[in-house]
């Protein structure tokens, strides 16, 4: 049995990779979380150590009594405006503790790393889809501290020859697992479909959309959704291909379609039954019109098909979860 690593476990995209391990008893979990966001019955399996990435003595007491085979990186902050306003909390939070992270992957010799990056690292597209080739040019802090992690991975790897990293580049991640457990339940998240279901059930008022005047076909803007367990699926084929082949590599996590604003809010619309208020507002600084991936490369390098392309079963699952959180 494999001991892993998983920080931030307690997190949306993290809880869901968990429970998806619970049928792979090669693998044991260990879950370090400071529950800053996270919260600890969204783990649904695996054991939880309850601690800072950011304390090197418990972190390393962690490492040298499970000699990790393998590390999910989850942890991390995750609101984009909130980088805008708080920069140095990104720098610190997903820069600086990554940092640390690596000092103990280095120290102990762990062998790999699988990273939860971002589109935000690709900025503003020419053409709205990402090669994981296309130049980076991140336009939020959030983007750059997640950028600064991939270019330490990538150093650590060509200096210590033993050790291979997965970037994951996450397109939208929504939805909520099938069987109802888990879903996402980040304070303040800014994520359309989020908000869009926290509208539907009254949490909020109304919502807005930002933009209505970008070339595409409704003139708001497009974005890849992934379903949650479908990137969870692709952290276990990211694992056991740096495990097994012991390459690094960097891999977009998107369908390579996308959907636009105006066409998930209806879909929110009709799944819940609720017209609710959506005003219509300027665009936000900063956002792209058009972002998706290009979704060869993970199809072709892992054992990973997505099992729930489909904006419908994404938003239904997103609902469930959010009229459970009521
Ligand atoms: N949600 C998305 O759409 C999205 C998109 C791209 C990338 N990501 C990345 O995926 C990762 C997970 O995101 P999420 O949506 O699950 O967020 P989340 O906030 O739900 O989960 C983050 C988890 O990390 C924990 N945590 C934060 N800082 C910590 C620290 N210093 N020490 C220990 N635990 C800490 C939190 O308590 C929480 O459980 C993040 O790194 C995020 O940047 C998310």
New binding site residues.
Partial sequence: MKNILV????????SHLLNQLKSLPEFHPVV???????KRESILHGELHV????DTEFMAKLFEKFNFAGVLH?????VVPESVADPLKYYE??TA?TLKLLSHVARFKTPALIF????AVYGNLADGVAHEDTPTNPESPYGRT?LMSEWMLQDMAHALPDFSYMILR?F??AGASLDGRIG???PQAT?LLKVACETAVEKRAQMQIYGTDYPTKDGTCIRDFIHVDDLARAHIAALKYVLEEKKSQTLNCGYGHGHTVSEVISAVKKLSGRDFPVELAPRRPGDCGVVMSKADKIKALLDWEPQHDSLDVIVKSALEWERKLK
């Fill in positions: 920080t931030g476990g307690a997190g949306y995209i993290g370090v979380d400071n529950l800053s966001t996270g601690g800072d990435v950011a989850f942890a991390g902050s995750v939070n997903n503790n939860s990056s971002t589109a997640k996450y939208n991640v996402q339940s980040t994520h």
